[in-house]
């Protein structure tokens, strides 16, 4: 491709809100532009590059064993309402009616289509296992559409679904999936993890994410640098010791109450007592189904809702309001579990053998001091309610757990019969008798693994593609166009080199050496050759992106050189 010709709008600024810096460079390097919030258009290069990922993804599906197909983007309202989802997707599902008043949906994930159609065509257990896939657009109406490609409201993913007759067999559709998945990630180049994940409250047992590393991630990893545990910390566990600090025996010491004046937060605490927030325990009042619960946690940690939802086996919980926690007979801001009669407690287990610690009095400017755990919460119900916090240790292993921030690409998920039983698609096996079909899920956000390279691959110049999937492999650079030997010279390679299967892009700009360089550092393909004053010699200079190096080359040694470079 010759550069003169090709839709590459380059940007020295980028809008302010551009915070990510995949962003700012798909902005500034004319990959993308935004039409609307969440909303963008792939340009020649940005297109190319998601294509070579498409490739990837496309090569380990078919290895894997799944089958392409593709469904539609616009499903009828009545196959979500079949599966429950219309209510429970929430606003995220974007809405539609057709001229005659019936209701759509556009489609934001596909195990109602693709479970209906599944139904109709397969009926006898000699058709299964099958699994297929389909890389195609999908449409969230994000709360916080945000990052460019990380976070959009039409994104293109790759989803695949898998129908088995048994668990075991999930078992290995979910295993093969997983494999494909480690292959497709490593080849585009990302640093990454497969982490446990929590599998929500209904339907579903095993699911993993598949975390790029990078400080803009949404999520956060913890991971054991000893052994192979990593989970999200939604489901992340760990284990913790009180120390002896806060554990001493305090022989006869009564709790007692202490004036704190308008002191609210654990931080006020600590600094008004002169103690450490790990010797507070702190008092989170929450409403789930309509019963008052207060989980009670050391003071430095924070509570996990998910987990807290397990626990007390609801979908949802809200915080209790200020009026509901006077009517418990407490208030806000000084809220603790003694005293409180019609509260449900629930202890994380990093209060437990805590001696002195320090409660709210349920009582305005009171709290109490001297409390013995064991003492005065003697039947209170442990579980792990909290986010794992530093200094924690692995559950398995001991050894200190670490934290890392990650952008989910990928999601494998072990659905069951959830979908297969609501839809009603099942099989009938050897016997004759029908069974539920057992089924997973697995998505790559395509996209955003575009987003997720380039933000393992810049610098402070520009993208440093890795080879699978820049746009084109060499940045052909003709210094002085006017020049007639020299633009004979680049023509003579730019063929020798394309007919040789190199992708290349030729830059015939009339444009400065400077303008030139900058942007091929910005567009960032792996190689750049340059043909500049020692074109008579047949001597080009040779510079690669990633290392920095640079050095000539005689025009012969060329397609040998590259050949190596790129294997
Ligand atoms: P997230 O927690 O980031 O919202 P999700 O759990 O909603 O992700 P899934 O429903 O599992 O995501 O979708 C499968 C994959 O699609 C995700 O692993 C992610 O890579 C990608 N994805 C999800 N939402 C978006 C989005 N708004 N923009 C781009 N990619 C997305
Ligand atoms: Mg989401």
């Not at 192979?228 to 566990?237: F, R």
């Amino acid at each position: 491709m010759r550069q003169q010709r090709l839709l590459n709008p380059t940007l020295r600024d980028v809008p302010g809100d551009a915070e990510a810096a995949s962003h700012r460079l798909m902005l500034r390097a004319g990959l993308i532009r935004q039409l609307s919030s969440g909303i963008y258009s792939y340009l020649p290069l940005g297109l190319k590059a998601l294509g070579h990922i498409q490739t990837i993804v496309r090569e380990e599906m078919d290895r894997a064993g799944a089958q392409e197909m593709l469904m539609p983007a616009l499903h009828p309202a009545e196959l979500w309402k079949a599966s429950g989802r219309w209510d429970v997707y929430g606003p995220e599902l974007m809405r539609l009616q057709d001229r005659h008043g019936r209701e759509f949906a556009l489609g934001a994930t596909h195990e109602e289509v693709i479970t209906t159609l599944v139904k109709d065509e397969i009926h006898s257990y000699k058709k299964l296992p099958l699994t297929l896939y389909q890389i195609q657009t999908k449409y969230r109406d994000e709360r916080r559409p945000r990052f460019g490609l990380l976070r959009g409201r039409e994104f293109l993913m790759k989803d695949a679904y898998s129908f088995d007759r048994s668990t075991s067999g999930l078992d290995a559709s979910y295993q093969a999936m997983f494999d494909a998945y480690v292959n497709i990630f490593t080849r585009c180049g990302l640093q990454f993890r497969a982490v446990e994940a929590d599998s929500g409250a209904i339907g579903g047992t095993d699911t993993h994410e598949f975390m790029a590393l990078a400080d803009v991630g949404e999520d956060t990893i913890v991971h054991c640098p000893a052994c192979q545990y990593a989970a999200n910390l939604e489901k992340a566990s760990g284990t913790i010791t009180n120390t002896s600090a806060t554990t001493a025996e305090m022989p006869n010491t009564q709790p007692a109450k202490v004036h704190t004046p308008g002191i609210t937060s654990i931080k006020q605490l600590s600094q008004f007592l002169r103690i450490e927030p790990q010797q507070i325990i702190k008092s989170v009042a929450v409403q789930a189904n309509g019963e008052p619960v207060i989980a009670l946690i050391r003071g430095d940690l924070e509570i996990n809702e998910i987990k807290l939802k397990h626990v007390l086996g609801v979908d949802e919980i809200t915080m209790l309001s200020e009026t509901e926690i006077a009517a418990l007979g407490s208030i806000a801001g000084f809220i603790g579990p003694i005293g409180l009669s019609s509260v449900r407690l629930i202890a994380d287990s990093s209060i437990q053998g805590l001696t002195d610690a320090v409660v709210g009095a349920n009582e305005a400017d009171y709290h109490l001091q001297h409390v013995d755990v064991q003492r005065e919460l003697a039947d209170i119900l442990y579980a792990d309610v909290r986010n794992v916090g530093q200094g924690e240790n692995c559950s398995h292993c001991g050894h200190e757990l670490a934290f890392a921030k990650g952008i989910e690409v990928g999601h494998v998920f072990k659905l069951g019969t959830k979908y297969s039983e609501s839809l009603g698609a099942s099989f009938t096996d050897e016997n004759g008798l029908s069974e539920p079909m057992i089924m997973g899920c697995y998505g790559i956000g395509v996209s955003r693994v575009l987003a997720a390279v380039i933000e393992q691959h810049q610098d402070e110049r520009g993208i440093s593609w890795p080879n699978a999937i820049a746009p084109y492999s060499i940045h052909l650079l003709t210094v002085q166009v006017k020049d007639e030997a020299r633009m004979t010279l680049s023509e003579e390679l730019y063929l020798s080199l394309t007919r040789a299967g190199f992708s290349v892009l030729w830059d015939d700009r009339e444009e400065r050496p400077g303008v030139k360089f900058n942007d091929a550092d910005l567009l960032g393909f792996p190689l750049r050759l340059t043909v500049g004053k020692k074109a008579n010699e047949r001597i080009i200079e040779c510079k690669e992106r990633r290392s920095g190096s640079a050095y000539e080359l005689n025009v012969e040694q060329l397609l040998t050189h590259c050949q190596s470079f790129f294997n």
